[in-house]
DNA sequence: ACAGACGCGGAAACCGTATCCCACTCCCAC
DNA sequence: GTGGGAGTGGGATACGGTTTCCGCGTCTGT
């Protein structure tokens, strides 16, 4: 005697339980299942009734063992909680699972270790694909490390993708999705000062996020363009949030008043800049303008609602997704890697009402 | 010749790989790396060498398959993008993270088909547990189907974990994480009386959604306590976004003027009603207060900020994890299932500034 | 110096599934 | 009636680890 386990007991059911209790072999039980081979009708029957009586799933981690299974992809987010990022995950979440694909998700919190730890997890896992969110904190071994992951994934049979980052510098295996950053900004300032505003107060965000660093360039080259000197007294670095739209303004308006208009980084920073403005009794849009970035549903819940930059987020999830699982189509090619290495998807201006030319009262 | 994989060639390196290549057993590299056993200084140092030279990981499925590998936890939620369960799925996958777990996630778009795919798929990929988040909508078929999962996954080693929904009827394997949502529409319904107001539109949501259920009879409960009559008339139902409160209001003001005071059913409701009065040239909350619920940040960033209820979405999520570990600890009584089973967490209201004493203008 | 005990390395069984390959059956055509 | 072909069932094996059991070597105690 085997002694096997005493059968319907604790855990969940096998593939040899349903054999046994359906009279037929373990391979025909795993035929019927899969349904890429040719089983008589009455096999079928027999084999489905146990199946539904026993309520029997397959193992996943067997069967990808066994070679099968289905594909997974990895998420890796700083903060779930950031709306534009949540979007993207969205995205990629809803292209995975239209495809059959599963999402795993795991949240970095902006540290490098727990980034690390999450990418050999995942590795672990035997992922498709890991899709790193977020902009990079733009350090010198920022760009070694994620080469290292790329490379590493990519031994393993997987792949790095990087969602809304520079793409990677020399001939290192991943995927870049990216939006017309700077481009983006250069509209949303060209906005601004077509308007006629000269004194713009400019929050980009923290000079080290690549995001921050591709927004105020293009800003800048608004500028250039208009023939307006560019003041590093009314640029004020800070996080993405609303705190520090807030404190921004407030200092600013301490210290360097007389804009007429806030050219933020962030919905989010827009969004404290207002109420910081209008805590200190001036209106908007009448005597200051202001514009975002992003277009997360925040930017027209406010009041007024917010001009800014659209950014399909969404859809990058789904682009990066899809790029994922034509490679792992595609692999005739082997050793390819070549093209659609890099996606740039466009962004336009959203005009709402948070801007009107500026009020004559600077002379 | 068993012609092996040829070694260092495609796929990811095995633990094979790694004892050939060290010159040790499998059995002994194994020990190394999962550190519950003995191993001298020599060993470990020469398998930890290939190891980062090969870069080796292991396998997860095959070590889920042998009995150990990494618990995972399964989110099974309707929208990301929802602000507010957001926050539940940052507390889950935070809690899960903290203890090494994993995290799936997955989209249901309020489509229960998707729902039961979903768990059966989780249910294959024997996770720990299945965490549900959202308002469950009370069809008749829901508690059927809800109990068929529940013990399902209990008959799989599994577990159902419902939050923000009420609990499940009967003697059903399934633990709920509820707020007091009732308790927390009562305190604010009575905010809004104790400041005078009389006649206030209720948005409570879609009457089949439990939660809406909850925050309407917390809101009914108050006014008998006041001692104020409920006019059905004031009453406007529709889904928990902004273009309902937008709407409503409108149709409100058109229909049934004269209410002093908007008790919304959410946050986003909120702002939606706030853009609405204003539209309509009315000022909050000089001519008509608004309360929220459910405390997300955009209640502090409207302008004026938002008096609404707390709702502790992130240690919801922690609780949901930490209750699904504890019982996955005491194995010892076997059959439990008893206490832990409904634990409910507290709300509370958060005065801002969107409400004032009613202006006398009605006679 | 010898016996016993302890520590550590190695072979093999097993986890649950998929699949290759072979054998068997049934049917049809010659 | 028999041979061949098509179609279906079943046994064996591989997937990559973990773990148990066993054996050998060395250290210690008397």
Chains 1, 2 share one sequence.
Do not use: C
Request: proline share 5%; glycine share 12%.
């Amino acid at each position: 005697m085997s002694q096997r386990k005493t059968a319907g007991d604790a855990g969940r059911a096998t593939i040899r339980d349903v054999a046994e209790r359906a009279g037929v072999s373990v391979a025909s039980v795993s035929r019927v299942l899969s349904g890429n081979y040719p089983v008589s009708e009455d096999l079928r029957r027999r084999v489905m009734k146990v199946v539904r009586d026993l309520d029997y799933v397959t193992n996943a981690h067997a069967r990808s063992l066994a070679g099968g299974g289905t594909p997974t992809v990895a998420i890796l987010i700083n903060n779930i909680t950031g709306a534009a990022f949540a979007h993207v995950a969205k995205g990629v979440e809803g292209a995975a699972t239209l495809r059959g694909w599963l999402s795993l998700v795991g949240t970095t919190g902006d540290d490098p270790e727990r980034e690390l730890a999450l990418v050999n997890l995942m590795r672990q896992q035997g992922v498709a694909a890991v899709v790193l969110l977020g902009g990079a904190y733009d350090y010198d071994e920022y760009q070694l490390r994620m080469a290292r992951f790329a490379r590493s994934l990519d031994a393993a049979g997987s792949h790095l993708v990087l969602v809304g980052r520079p793409p990677l510098e020399g001939d290192v295996p991943a995927t870049t999705v990216d939006y017309d950053n700077e481009g983006g900004a250069y509209a949303m300032a060209s906005h601004l000062l077509s308007a006629g505003h000269r004194e713009v107060l400019v929050l980009p965000g923290h000079s080290e996020l690549t995001t921050a660093q591709g927004r105020l360039r293009g800003a800048q080259r608004a500028f250039e363009a208009y023939g307006v000197p560019f003041a590093p007294a009314l640029v004020r670095r800070g996080p993405y949030d609303y705190e520090h739209g807030y404190e921004a303004v407030e200092a600013a308006l301490e210290e360097t008043p007389g804009f007429t208009a806030v050219l933020a980084g962030t919905d989010v920073v827009a969004a404290g800049a207002m109420q910081a403005l209008r805590a200190a009794g001036l209106r908007v849009p009448e005597d200051v303008s202001i514009v975002g970035y992003d277009d997360i549903p925040l930017a027209s819940q406010l009041t007024p609602q917010l001009t800014t930059v659209h950014v399909p987020y969404e859809e990058m999830g789904r682009v990066a997704l899809r790029a994922v699982a034509d490679r792992r189509e595609g692999v005739s090619g082997r050793r390819k890697g070549r093209d659609g290495d890099h996606l740039v998807l466009g962004t336009h201006v959203v005009v709402r009402n948070s801007v009107r030319p500026p009020a004559t009262r600077r002379g």
